[in-house]
C-alpha cells in the first residue's frame, strides 16, 4: 500500500513500483483508465462522464472489506505471450482528460462517500501529475473495522472482496465471516480499554499515581494494531517519543507494555501523567490532573480534558508517523471515579453532578491527520451532558 501523502513521495513510490516491477496483489491495482461502461475500449473522459460507477465502487469496497490496498489509476500492465495481464507495470501514462483535475478528485470522493454502505472512513484521493496523457490518481483504501461494506449502484447492492487474483462477489460464507470478524474487532476494542481500566486499578501503571479519582485516560488504537501479528519495536522511538500533553518536563522509562514518557525527572517512581507506547501498537496517555477539590465539592475540568485528548491524539498521529504506521485510528476516553463531580460552566444556572463512576465515552475514528477536532466532537459532548451540560462549550 503507499504511504506517502505528498505528490513527491507518491511520484517516488509509483517510480519505484514500476521500477522494481511490483505485481498486483492483495493490496495493489493498476488501472489503465477509470472503468468504463462500455469497457476498457471506450475512453470515460471528459468529466468521467462515461464512469462505470459500480466497478470502482467494486475495487474500492473490496479492499476495505478485506486488508487495505491502494488503487493506482493511469499505469498500463504488461502482457503475457499470450494477450493476457501479467499483474506487472507497464506504462506511467496517466489519466486522458481529467481536467479540471480538482473536479475529478472531487467527484471520485463524493461517488466514494455517498455509494458506499456503511461509509468507508479513510479513504484518499491524490492526483499526481507529470505524466504523458495526465496525472495519475491513487485511491488509498485503509481495512475498515465497520466491513462488509456494499457497493451501492441503481439501486444495486453487491458486497466484494480482494484477493491477489483481483476483485470479486462475496459468497454467502464469506459474508457470513465478515460480519462475525468486524464484531469481534469492535469487542477488542472495548477488551483493551476494560484491561487499562483494570491495570490502572490495580497499580500496574509505569509509575504510580497519586490517586485514581479523576484518571483521564486516552487510548489510540490504529486499525492495523488489531491484526494478531502486528507489532511495532519500541526501541525506534528512543528519544523521540512525545511527552505526555501538556508536561513542563519529561523523562523516559522502558516497562512492561513498551515504553513511556512521564512528567518529572528520571529518579522519581511517581507521576501525574504519562505516555505509553505500546508493542502492540497502542498509544495510552494518562493524567490525574483534571479532577480537583475546591474545598466544597469535586470539579472536573472539562476544558482541560478535552485539550488533553486533542494533544494525545495529536501527539499518537506524530508516533506513528515515525513508525510510518498508517491512520485511521480509534480513540477511546476514560474517565474514572468521578461520581459526585461538577462541571462549572461559569453560568448561575444550578450545577447537576456526575452520576456515573466511569464515563466510558464512545469510541470515534480519526482518519485524517489535519482533521482531529471534528470526530472528538462527541466525546467532549458526552463529557458535559453528563453533568446536566447541553454540549461541550466549543458547540454552541
Request: aromatic letters at 6%; proline letters at 7%; glycine letters at 8%.
Amino acid at each position: 500500500m503507499l504511504r506517502s501523502t505528498d505528490e513527491a513521495g507518491l511520484k517516488a513510490e509509483i517510480q519505484s513500483l514500476k521500477e522494481n516491477e511490483i505485481r498486483e496483489s492483495e493490496h495493489l491495482d493498476y488501472k489503465a483508465d477509470f472503468p468504463s461502461k462500455s469497457g476498457p475500449g471506450r475512453k470515460t473522459s471528459p468529466g468521467l462522464h462515461n464512469l462505470n460507477r459500480h466497478e470502482l465502487l467494486a475495487d474500492v469496497s473490496a479492499f476495505a472489506n478485506t486488508v487495505g490496498g491502494t488503487l493506482v489509476i493511469g499505469v498500463t500492465e504488461k502482457k503475457s505471450e499470450q494477450g493476457r495481464s501479467t499483474g506487472e507495470p507497464d506504462e506511467l501514462l496517466g489519466v486522458e482528460g481529467a481536467a479540471p483535475i480538482d473536479g475529478t478528485v472531487n467527484r471520485i470522493e463524493s461517488l466514494l462517500r455517498e455509494s458506499l454502505d456503511p461509509r468507508v472512513p479513510g479513504i484518499r484521493v491524490f492526483p499526481v501529475a507529470g505524466y504523458p496523457k495526465g496525472p495519475i490518481f491513487v485511491i488509498q483504501v485503509p481495512r475498515s473495522l465497520t466491513a462488509p461494506h456494499a457497493a451501492r449502484a441503481k439501486g444495486r447492492y453487491s458486497y466484494h472482496a480482494r484477493t491477489t487474483g483481483g476483485s470479486h462477489v462475496m459468497s454467502t460464507s464469506e459474508l457470513r465471516t465478515a460480519f462475525l470478524q468486524s464484531a469481534g474487532q469492535r469487542a477488542e476494542i472495548e477488551q483493551r480499554r476494560t484491561a487499562q481500566i483494570q491495570q490502572i486499578r490495580k497499580g500496574e501503571t509505569p509509575l504510580r499515581l497519586p490517586r485514581i479519582a479523576g484518571t483521564l485516560i486516552v487510548q489510540v488504537i490504529p486499525f492495523a494494531s488489531l491484526t494478531p501479528t502486528f507489532s511495532v519495536d519500541v526501541t525506534q522511538l528512543h528519544g523521540s517519543l512525545p511527552s505526555p500533553p501538556g508536561a513542563f518536563s519529561h523523562s523516559q522509562v522502558y516497562c512492561a507494555e513498551g515504553l513511556a514518557t512521564y512528567e518529572g525527572t528520571r529518579d522519581q517512581e511517581d507521576t501525574s501523567a504519562y505516555l505509553v507506547l505500546s508493542r502492540d501498537g497502542s498509544v495510552t496517555a494518562v493524567s490525574v490532573e483534571f479532577f480537583e477539590s475546591n474545598g466544597k465539592n469535586w470539579v472536573l475540568h472539562a476544558q482541560g480534558v478535552e485539550r488533553f485528548v486533542v494533544n494525545a491524539v495529536r501527539s499518537a498521529v506524530d508516533t506513528y508517523r515515525q513508525l510510518e504506521v498508517s491512520l485511521p485510528v480509534f480513540v477511546v476516553t476514560s474517565l474514572l471515579d468521578v461520581i459526585g463531580g461538577l462541571i462549572p460552566d461559569g453560568g448561575r444556572r444550578k450545577l447537576r453532578e456526575i452520576r456515573r463512576t466511569e464515563l466510558l465515552l464512545p469510541p470515534v475514528v480519526v482518519t485524517n491527520d489535519q482533521e482531529i477536532i471534528g470526530p472528538l466532537e462527541p466525546v467532549f459532548d458526552a463529557i458535559w451532558q453528563a453533568a446536566g451540560h447541553r454540549c461541550s462549550p466549543g458547540r454552541h
